[in-house]
C-alpha cells in the first residue's frame, strides 16, 4: 500500500512535466492545496488546465515530478490506482451520463460496482445526494428526459455518491444554455460551503470572486500566477494575468 500521512494536503504537485509526443503541455507545476481549499483555475483555451485536473484523477500519466492526493502519490511505482480514484470525484463539460440507465442507476453504479455497496444503501445515498443537488423528482427519469442543467447536477450527485475527498469540475457550465448555468453554480456554491475541496477549472467569473480561496491562471502549460481573488481581480501581478482579464470581462 501507499504510505499515507495523516494531515496530509488534498492535493500536492511537484515539478510536474507532461508531454503529448514532443509538445511540453505541463511546465513544472508546483501546487499544493489543503483540505478544504475551493481553487479556481483559469486561463486561455489550450493553456493545459484541463490536462492539470485529468492528471489529478490519472486521466493523464505525468513524465517528470510528483503528485499526492490525501497524501498518496500517483506517480510511484506502488501507487493504488483505485484507492485514489475513489477518493476524487470528476465532473466534466459534457455531463457524460450513462444514456441507458436512469437517474437513480446512473447515481448508484459507481458505488455498486466499485465499492460493492449493497443496493438498499446504494439507493439511499443516490437519493440523499439527488435531494441535495435539488431534483429529487427526477430519479426514474433518463438522461434525455432531463435538461441540461438538470443533467449536471445529476452528474456532480454521481460523483457525491463516492463519498470523494476531493472535486474537481472542468468547465462544467460551458455547454449549457444561459439560463442554466446560475442552477449548476449554485450546486457548486453550496458544496464549496458544506466545505467540499474543490478544483474548478471555469470563465465563470463571478463564481470564482465569491467561491475561490485562490485563483491559479494558466498559460502554455505554466501556472503563471496564484492569487486570492481580490489580489487576482483587483492588482495580478503579472501581464499575462492583466491580458487574459482584459479580454474576458
Ligand atoms: P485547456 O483545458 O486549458 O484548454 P488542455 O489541457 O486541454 O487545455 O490542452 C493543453 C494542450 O495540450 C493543448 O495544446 C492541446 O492541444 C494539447 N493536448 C491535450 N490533450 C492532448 C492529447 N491527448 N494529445 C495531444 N495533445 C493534447
Ligand atoms: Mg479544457
Not at 184 to 189: A, E, G, K, Q, Y
Request: proline share 5%; hydrophobic share 40%.
Amino acid at each position: 500500500m501507499t504510505e499515507r500521512t495523516s494531515g496530509a494536503a488534498a492535493v500536492r504537485m511537484e515539478k510536474v512535466g507532461k508531454w503529448f509526443g514532443d509538445f511540453h503541455a505541463l511546465k513544472g507545476i508546483d501546487l499544493e492545496v489543503a483540505n478544504g481549499e475551493r481553487i479556481v483555475i483559469c486561463g486561455p483555451s489550450g493553456s493545459g488546465k484541463s490536462t492539470l485536473i485529468r492528471t489529478l484523477n490519472q486521466l493523464e500519466p505525468v513524465q517528470e515530478g510528483r503528485i499526492f492526493v490525501d497524501g498518496m502519490e500517483l506517480t510511484g511505482g506502488d501507487r493504488n490506482v483505485d484507492a485514489i480514484r475513489r477518493e476524487v470525484g470528476m465532473v466534466f463539460q459534457s455531463f457524460n451520463l450513462f444514456p441507458h440507465m436512469t437517474v437513480l442507476e446512473n447515481c448508484m453504479i459507481a458505488p455498486r460496482k466499485v465499492k460493492k455497496i449493497d443496493k438498499a444503501e446504494a439507493e439511499k445515498t443516490a437519493r440523499h445526494f439527488l435531494e441535495r443537488v435539488r431534483i429529487p423528482e427526477q430519479a426514474d427519469k433518463y438522461p434525455a428526459q432531463l435538461s441540461g442543467g438538470q443533467q449536471q447536477r445529476v452528474a456532480i450527485a454521481r460523483a457525491l455518491c463516492m463519498n470523494p475527498k476531493l472535486m474537481l469540475f472542468d468547465e462544467p457550465t460551458s455547454a449549457l444554455d444561459p439560463e442554466m448555468v446560475k442552477e449548476v453554480l449554485d450546486t457548486m456554491i453550496d458544496l464549496a460551503q458544506e466545505g467540499m475541496t474543490m478544483l474548478c477549472v471555469t470563465h465563470e467569473m463571478s463564481f470564482a470572486r465569491s467561491v475561490a480561496d485562490r485563483i491559479i491562471f494558466m498559460d502554455r502549460g505554466e501556472i503563471v500566477e496564484v492569487a486570492p481573488p481580490d489580489r487576482f481581480f483587483d492588482a495580478p501581478e503579472h501581464e499575462r494575468t492583466r491580458n487574459f482579464l482584459g479580454q474576458i470581462s
